[in-house]
C-alpha cells in the first residue's frame, strides 16, 4: 500500500525559506523518480522539482535557481528546500512518483508566503 506524507509546510515572509519532506512507503523508492508537486488555489496541479532514482534533478522554470529537490535512499525519503520565496509560491505541495503518479496523493503540505 502507498503512503506519501509530506510535512514541513507553513507561513512564510516573502523571501523566506521552508524545507519540505515527503516520506515514502509501499514504493520501491530506489528505481522510481519523484516528483514534488504543488496546487495553488482556482490552479491545476503542476510539477515543480523532480529527480531520478540517479539523482539527476530537473525543475520547473518558476522556481529554478530557489528550490532544490533531493532524495535520502535509506529513509526512503524525499526533500525540497525553498529559498527565497514569493508570494506565488503559495500553495499545497505534493510529492508523488514522477512522471506517472501513483492515483494515491497524501494530504500535501500547505504553504503560504505573505507579501
Known amino acids: 500500500q502507498v503512503q506519501l506524507v509530506e510535512s514541513g509546510g507553513g507561513l512564510v515572509q516573502a523571501g523566506g525559506s521552508l524545507r519540505l519532506s515527503c516520506a515514502a512507503s509501499?514504493?520501491?523508492?530506489?528505481?522510481?523518480?519523484m516528483g514534488w508537486y504543488r496546487q495553488a488555489p482556482g490552479k491545476q496541479r503542476e510539477m515543480v522539482a523532480r529527480i531520478t532514482f540517479g539523482g539527476s534533478t530537473n525543475y520547473a522554470d518558476s522556481v529554478k535557481g530557489r528550490f532544490t529537490i533531493s532524495r535520502d535512499g535509506a529513509k526512503n525519503t524525499v526533500y525540497l528546500q525553498m529559498n527565497s520565496l514569493k508570494p506565488e509560491d503559495t500553495a499545497v505541495y505534493y510529492c508523488?512518483?514522477?512522471?506517472?503518479?501513483?492515483?494515491?496523493w497524501g494530504q500535501g503540505t500547505q504553504v503560504t508566503v505573505s507579501s
Open positions: 509501499g514504493i520501491i523508492f530506489s528505481i522510481n523518480a
Open positions: 508523488n512518483r514522477y512522471p506517472t503518479p501513483y492515483p494515491y
